[in-house]
């Protein structure tokens, strides 16, 4: 399976699309579904039934691996593993 990952510039934010990438099978492995189900646009709660505290793990060790800061706002906008890579991609352009 090939998780798609468009928005991201070459070469700049590799690391970014990599960490993307184990995201994607760390979702995977949380919820213990088939990476399939783990598409870019699959909805964390309603589509995967993450809850707000599971889903706060891998948001917060993005805040850390990449040296940002995310807003509650923040928080409420990563609903999905294409919204999490959008909002990320945005912080590290405006550093």
Do not use: W
Not at 14 to 19: G, P
Not at 46 to 56: E, K, R
Not at 80 to 94: H, P, V, W
């Amino acid at each position: 399976m090939r998780l798609e990952l468009e928005g991201f510039p070459d070469p700049a934010h590799r690391q970014l699309r990599e960490s993307a990438l184990c995201g994607h099978r760390a979702i995977a492995e949380i919820l213990e579904l088939d990476p399939k189900e783990v598409t870019a646009d699959a909805h964390f709660a309603n589509d995967l039934g993450v809850d707000s505290l599971l889903g706060l793990e891998p948001l917060i060790a993005l805040e850390v691996q990449y040296d940002i800061r995310l807003t509650e706002d923040d928080l409420r906008t990563a609903t999905s593993l294409r919204t999490a890579q959008e909002l990320i991609t945005r912080k590290l352009e405006t550093a």
